[in-house]
Nanobody, 129 residues
Framework: QVKLVESGGGLVQAGGSLRLSCAAP??????????MGWFRQAPGKEREFVAA????????QYMDSVKGRFTISRDSSKNTVYLQMNSLKPEDTAIYFC????????????????????WGQGTQVTVSS
């Protein structure tokens, strides 16, 4: 288990942008050798996959509804992963969680919740119409 700390959430109007950050300040291992992901959970709904980046930073996966609007990236020198969210919609309102892959150097981009074994506490994103 690795401690992950999200930040950057807030209240924004529809059409606006936010950038979420997820840091692993105490992780001394090879952060760059693990895929990282973002998930979200709206009230009364199950947690769902949003985006993930492969350990090698050369492949990504996004849920269909955020493609073209959200971008995941990382800065391994800072043990931090980002989620740039543009053209936000009210249906993007949720608590956003970052997560670290349980497997080192996985050959594909994981999207299943079970592939991740470390989670942050979440950051609230609210998009008003």
């Amino acid at each position: 288990q690795v401690k992950l700390v999200e930040s950057g959430g807030g209240l924004v109007q529809a059409g606006g942008s936010l950038r979420l950050s997820c840091a692993a300040p105490e992780f001394t291992g090879p952060f760059s050798e693990f895929a990282m992901g973002w998930f979200r959970q709206a009230p009364g709904k199950e947690r769902e996959f949003v985006a993930a980046i492969k350990w090698s930073d050369d492949a990504w996966q996004y849920m269909d509804s955020v493609k073209g609007r959200f971008t995941i990236s990382r800065d391994s020198s800072k043990n931090t992963v980002y989620l740039q969210m543009n053209s936000l919609k009210p249906e993007d309102t949720a608590i956003y969680f970052c997560a670290k892959d349980r497997q080192r150097r996985r050959s594909f981009v994981p999207t299943a919740i079970g592939a991740f074994n470390s989670w942050g506490q979440g950051t609230q994103v609210t998009v008003s119409s």
